[in-house]
């Protein structure tokens, strides 16, 4: 397993890891298998999705905000409850192919962290099986 150490600089922010973990595919030599990233955190998470235009995240940010509000009557204690029900709406955890030491995605997809509750430093547990 391998370790990605990710800073954070705001809030709530959507940050395309695509380079980091293709950088890491090759430096470890992967020609061909399965790349798994796994978030250890509970408020944030990891996604696939469009990497083309950048409003993308900004829209996601957006309507998860207005579907899961920031402000809101949460019991949990520590007041991050938003992020921890976003993290469980994204997920923690994604995995796609490698194949010739390339990740392989669509054509506008990219590879997303994504932060609820920051700024922080956060790390993603990378897992290749081939």
Not at 35 to 54: K, L, M, Q, R, W
Not at 84 to 94: A, F, M, R
Request: proline share 3%.
């Amino acid at each position: 397993m391998e370790t990605i150490k990710i800073k954070t600089n705001k809030s709530q922010e959507i940050i395309d890891i695509t380079h980091t973990i293709a950088e890491k595919i090759k430096e470890l030599k992967v020609k061909d298998g399965v790349c798994f990233i796994y978030s250890p955190h509970t408020t944030c998470g990891v996604a696939i999705n469009e990497g083309a235009d950048p409003t993308v995240k900004k829209d996601i940010i957006n309507k998860l905000n207005k579907f899961i509000e920031p402000e809101d009557n949460y019991l949990h204690l520590e007041g991050n409850s938003h992020a921890h029900i976003k993290s469980v709406i994204c997920g923690n955890s994604v995995s796609v192919f490698v194949e010739n030491y390339e990740i392989m995605l669509g054509r506008w997809q990219s590879v997303y962290l994504m932060e609820f509750d920051g700024p922080r430093n956060r790390e993603l547990w990378i897992k290749i099986i081939n």
